[in-house]
């Protein structure tokens, strides 16, 4: 069945350290994208991308990086610049630079900070 | 204030009652959506509607353009549906399907 996997569900960080999370998508969606999700707040978009080679920075996208080389991988590190990174991180992924498409979501990844 | 507000933020309800949860929204829209985020944070697109209504099973959506509008119903309420209902607007912008969420509506339905 095709869908999005992100690993690892739970991921712990030690101040100062890189960590980077997995986003993989068998869909063969053009579009992916990586959302912060806070306690009593909406889902906030760090970073998209419409196409391979080619991101663009959301709103929140302070502290973070991400590559897409390949279609179905759009990996996003978290950097020791960004000063807060507990939260939920959602990945999403849709067929394309149309507006209005659906989404599809993976499971999450839940990072900690030791 | 938020471009899109939901209510209630919590919601309880014994099994088989009806339930609503509203959704406004202060941006021109594309399309809305509904989603659905269960205890373990996986999500789950229920509906993308642009006007009037869609049903699947138990769950209706309407939307009202001129209004700013949306309401999702559930009807015979069943504890597995026991989530947070996310609602979500496509604003109207060229090229990007980036989405405006709302903050979540929290819904236990006890047996």
């Known amino acids: 069945d095709g869908g999005i996997t992100q690993s690892p569900k739970y991921l712990f960080r030690k101040e100062g350290q890189n960590v980077t999370l997995s986003c993989e998508q068998n869909?063969?969606?053009?579009?992916m994208y990586w959302y912060r999700q806070d306690p009593g707040q909406g889902l906030r978009l760090i970073y998209y991308?419409?196409?391979?080679?080619?991101?663009q920075k959301g709103d929140i996208a302070e502290g973070y990086s991400v590559s897409r080389e390949k279609k179905e991988s759009f990996p996003l590190t978290v950097t020791s610049a960004q000063k807060n990174p507990t939260a939920f991180y959602l990945c999403?992924?849709?067929?394309?630079?149309?507006?209005?498409?659906?989404?599809?979501f993976g499971d999450g990844t839940r990072l900690s900070i030791l | 204030k938020n471009e899109v507000e939901q209510s209630p933020q919590n919601l309880t309800a014994q099994e088989g009652e009806f339930i609503t949860i509203n959704c406004s929204y202060s941006?021109?829209?594309?399309?809305l959506h509904w989603l659905q985020q269960h205890p373990g944070g996986g999500i789950v697109s229920l509906f993308m509607l642009s006007s009037g209504k869609k049903k699947h099973g138990r769950l209706i959506a309407t939307i009202n353009i001129q209004e700013k509008h949306s309401s999702l119903h559930i009807t015979a309420s069943h504890p597995r549906d026991s989530a947070v209902y996310i609602c979500a607007v496509s604003g109207l912008s060229y090229n990007t399907d980036k989405l405006i969420f709302g903050t979540g509506t929290r819904l236990q339905v006890f047996p």
């Open positions: 869909l063969n969606h053009d579009a």
């Open positions: 941006v021109g829209i594309s399309a």
């Open positions: 999403a992924s849709s067929i394309g630079a149309s507006v209005g498409q659906p989404q599809h």
């Open positions: 991308s419409q196409i391979v080679n080619d991101f």
